[in-house]
């Protein structure tokens, strides 16, 4: 099972773009790459998912290199709501079907005004 | 409405008790999830569940207990067994939507000792 790294906690303030880079070094070859955001006393929420090279959404985009042991979730223009945890997960894609999936400790990202 | 619910949404345990926890989705997923959160930690995985009638320990199995006789039902039992379970209960179920295969949560269960 890959291992994910973050960092504990990150900072910002309001409009800026926030970056937050996940370390996986041992990402099998059929592992997907997930990221969630949580707000206290909520369940996580899907943000983005990607496999490699950059996926864009309406709400982030998440770059992954090509030896994939990486990834970085970017949040555009951050406001106070974006104030969460977020979490970086990798799995198996496998449609419908589940296996053991294992969350890393998050990162604590706090937008201050 | 599709989604999971979980309920209650807070529980309490007396000393020697076992409580269950309910988690019910109505998205047809096969795979359904149990995590734990302790205040200002991550998620840890209780159990798992990747079909009906079959379920795995996670990494924190120890005083816990779940059955999957249904599809869209995965109750967990905390028994006296556990002996620390004040925690934030997390429900999931795994499935595919607009080309993405993700975990959907519920809104958690906050159990607390007496």
């Known amino acids: 099972l890959a291992k994910t790294t973050q960092p504990i906690s990150m900072d910002s303030y309001e409009g800026q773009e926030v970056n937050i880079t996940c370390s996986h070094n041992n990402i099998a070859t059929n592992d997907y790459i997930t990221w969630y955001q949580q707000f206290p006393s909520q369940g996580p929420r899907f943000i983005i998912q990607g496999y490699k090279t950059k996926v864009t959404n309406e709400v982030a985009s998440l770059f992954i290199p090509a030896d994939r042991k990486s990834s970085t979730l970017s949040l555009p223009r951050v406001s106070l709501s974006d104030t969460a945890v977020y979490y970086c997960?990798?799995?198996?894609?496998?449609?419908?079907?589940?296996?053991?999936?294992?969350f890393g400790q998050g990162t604590e990202l706090s937008v201050k005004p | 409405d599709g989604g999971i619910t979980q309920s209650p949404k807070y529980l309490f345990r007396k000393e020697g008790q076992n409580v269950t926890l309910s988690c019910e989705q109505n998205?047809?997923?096969?795979?359904m999830y149990w995590y734990r959160q302790d205040p200002g930690q991550g998620l840890r995985l209780i159990y798992y569940s990747q079909i009906v009638n079959d379920f795995q320990k996670g990494d924190i199995a120890e005083g816990y207990s779940v059955s999957r006789e249904k599809k869209e039902s995965f109750p967990l039992t905390v028994t006296s067994a556990q002996k620390n379970p004040t925690a934030f209960y997390l429900c999931?179920?795994?499935?595919?939507?607009?080309?993405?295969?993700?975990?959907?949560f519920g809104s958690g269960t906050q159990l607390s000792v007496l």
């Open positions: 998205l047809n997923h096969d795979a």
């Open positions: 999931a179920s795994k499935g595919h939507t607009q080309g993405v295969e993700k975990l959907f």
């Open positions: 997960l990798v799995g198996g894609q496998i449609y419908n079907q589940g296996g053991k999936l294992i």
